[in-house]
């Protein structure tokens, strides 16, 4: 049964950074893209970063360019993301997905719970 477990979220400063990571088990991750995605309360949940299963390419939205990198460690059958210069407006749970190389929630199939991102002013 595949599986994904989000970690490192929590609060910091507006400035601050934090690293998320993304943990697969009972499937080979580098078989797959894999993306994180985030959704604010009362908002619908958006696309934030993306990484092709080689790694070669990546995506992101135009709000976190330059602020967040995500990677892949297949070794580890782990994705991170780190999050430098982070908003208040990053204020969200965000959540990681496995499936293809794309923007849309819809093409990723197995999703991990989420972790909590709160960044105060």
């Known amino acids: 049964q595949m599986h994904l477990e989000e970690s490192g979220g929590g609060s910091v400063q507006a400035g601050g950074s934090l690293k998320l990571a993304c943990a697969a088990s009972?499937?080979?991750?580098?078989?797959?893209?894999v993306a994180w995605f985030r959704q604010a309360p009362g908002k619908e949940r958006e696309f934030v970063a993306a990484?092709?299963?080689?790694?070669?390419?990546?995506r992101y939205t135009d709000s976190v360019k330059g602020r967040f990198t995500i990677s892949r460690d297949n070794a580890k059958n782990t994705m991170y993301l780190q999050m430098n210069s982070l908003k208040p407006d990053d204020t969200a749970v965000y959540f990681c997905?496995?499936?293809?190389?794309?923007?849309?929630?819809?093409?990723?199939?197995?999703w991990g719970q989420g972790t909590q991102v709160t960044v105060s002013s």
């Open positions: 997905a496995q499936g293809t190389y794309s923007v849309l929630a819809a093409d990723f199939g197995s």
């Open positions: 009972g499937f080979t991750l580098n078989m797959y893209a």
């Open positions: 990484i092709s299963w080689t790694g070669v390419r990546t």
